[in-house]
T-cell receptor, first 113, second 110 residues
């Protein structure tokens, strides 16, 4: 069964450093999402992406965040200057079209020290 | 106020018991997901439904659109069912993003 993959599985970084989280969505999917889950809290929406542009973003997704689909397979989330409060699990998800089940990657656990 | 509310927050059961987890939502939705999150953190979709009832093995999900309420039932619960169960809604309009409940932590003891 096709699956969404994410790398790395864990990342530890120093405050102020840039990180790039990578996702490979399912190959025929067209809509892509990033969510995050701070430890002990609910999953929160960050951004959705379609047709090479952001279609919706949350208040969390400020100027420190950016997304990109640099080629036909990868979907990346960049945090320019990490803060302690960016420590969380980051999930990538994708769907082929509206009305279908959303498929999640296994997550990247980011720890900012 | 959260747009998606779940209850209970924590649930402990004995193996074999019938489990019910409830979800209510305050926004218009196009569909509702029930998701399972294991201790390692990964999220798996169990059901997506917009009306009626769906069944998969020992899991049953129902939704009542008029009452803005959904339930997830587990029959003959087993310790391997221990996980966090999350209700998440596709809100109407927008980009089909999911709005999540806080989750219900289920522990099934042998």
């Amino acid at each position: 069964e096709p699956e969404v993959t994410q790398t790395p599985s864990h990342q530890v970084t120093q405050m102020g450093q840039e990180v790039i989280l990578r996702c490979v969505p399912i190959s025929n999917h067209l809509y892509f999402y990033w969510y995050r889950q701070i430890l002990g809290q609910k999953v929160e929406f960050l951004v959705s992406f379609y047709n090479n542009e952001i279609s919706e973003k949350s208040e969390i997704f400020d100027d420190q965040f950016s997304v990109e689909r640099p080629d036909g397979s990868n979907f990346t989330l960049k945090i320019r200057s990490t803060k302690l409060e960016d420590s969380a699990m980051y999930f990538c998800a994708s769907i082929r079209s509206f009305g279908e089940t959303q498929y999640f990657g296994p997550g990247t656990r980011l720890l900012v020290l | 106020k959260n747009e998606v509310e779940q209850s209970p927050q924590n649930l402990t059961a004995q193996e074999g018991e019938f489990i019910t987890i409830n979800c209510s939502y305050s926004v218009g939705i196009s569909a509702l997901h029930w998701l399972q999150q294991h201790p390692g953190g990964g999220i798996v979709s169990l059901f997506m439904l917009s009306s009626g009832k769906k069944k998969h093995g020992r899991l049953i999900a129902t939704i009542n659109i008029q009452e803005k309420h959904s339930s997830l039932h587990i029959t003959a619960s087993h310790p391997r069912d221990s996980a966090v169960y999350i209700c998440a809604a596709y809100t109407q309009g927008g980009s089909e993003k999911l709005v999540f409940g806080k989750g219900t932590k289920l522990t099934v003891n042998p």
